[in-house]
């Protein structure tokens, strides 16, 4: 079956940089998502790119897909306090069924 | 634009009883789905439907049911409460199934079985 992999946790300081990596397994996807996970929150969409990109970058976001190895990064440039959340890569089975796969979600932890 | 509505926000249960967690959406989507998240297991998919009256299975239906009676609303039942269940749930819609349309998801319903 698809699967999707992510570190757990994330420790950066205030203004640093903080990049949060993914694995997945589809290699048709189309589309690769990040949602952020605010406490007591549900998921949020926060970028997402097309397979036939290499980056993406939005403002202090940037997304980064290798196909080859079929390895997803999110970078958040000037990490602030209030980046701490969850955050989950995902992907959609395109095996007719287009459900969503996601990942285990990395809690990322800002440090003032 | 209450978005995707769910009620309640927290429950506790004890073992054997039953609930309906419930679920609305006021953006018209035909697609709505029904997660369990754990600690460190992500989001894993219990059911869902992709318009009233279908609903279909996910990776971990056992102990749940649906029903999809209207577009709006997609409620998640559960019979018999164990703790295995504890968990938090999240219900997500989308306006159509496809890799161009990700999913709005509701605050969540955190279920607590002792």
Same mark, same amino acid.
């Given at each position: ?14 203004g @640093?940089s903080s990049v949060i ?13 990040w949602?952020k ?7 949020q969409l926060l970028t997402y790119i097309?397979? !036939?990109m290499?980056m993406k970058q939005d403002q202090r976001l940037t997304v980064l897909? !290798?196909?080859? @190895?079929?390895?997803?990064s999110l970078r958040i440039a000037d990490t602030q306090?209030g980046d701490?959340a969850?955050y ?25 | ?19 309906? /967690?419930?679920? +609305?959406? %006021? ?5 709505? #789905?029904? #997660? ?5 297991? =992500?989001?894993? /998919?219990? #059911?869902?439907?992709? =318009?009233?009256?279908?609903? %279909? ?23 018999? $409460? +164990? ?8 219900? $997500?819609?989308?306006? *159509? ?10 605050? =969540?319903? *955190?279920?607590?079985?002792?």
């Amino acid at each position: 079956g698809e699967d999707v992999e992510q570190s757990l946790f994330l420790s950066v300081r205030e203004g @640093d940089s903080s990049v949060i990596n993914c694995t997945y397994t589809d290699s048709s996807s189309t589309y690769l998502y990040w949602y952020k996970q605010e406490p007591g929150a549900g998921l949020q969409l926060l970028t997402y790119i097309f397979s !036939n990109m290499d980056m993406k970058q939005d403002q202090r976001l940037t997304v980064l897909l !290798n196909k080859k @190895d079929k390895h997803l990064s999110l970078r958040i440039a000037d990490t602030q306090t209030g980046d701490s959340a969850i955050y989950f890569c995902a992907e959609i089975e395109t095996s007719g069924t287009y459900k969503y796969i996601f990942g285990t979600g990395t809690r990322l932890k800002v440090l003032a | 634009n209450a978005g995707v509505t769910q009620t309640p926000k927290f429950r506790i249960l004890k073992i054997g009883q039953s609930m309906t /967690l419930q679920c +609305a959406q %006021d953006m018209n989507h035909n697609y709505m #789905y029904w #997660y369990r998240q754990d600690p460190g297991m =992500g989001l894993k /998919l219990i #059911y869902y439907s992709v =318009g009233a009256g279908i609903t %279909d299975k996910g990776e971990v239906p056992n102990g749940y049911n649906v029903s999809r009676s209207t577009t709006e609303d997609f409620p998640l039942r559960l019979e018999l $409460a +164990a703790p295995s269940q504890t968990s938090v749930y999240f219900c $997500a819609s989308s306006p *159509r199934q496809g890799e161009e349309s990700p999913l709005h998801f509701g605050n =969540g319903t *955190r279920l607590t079985v002792t």
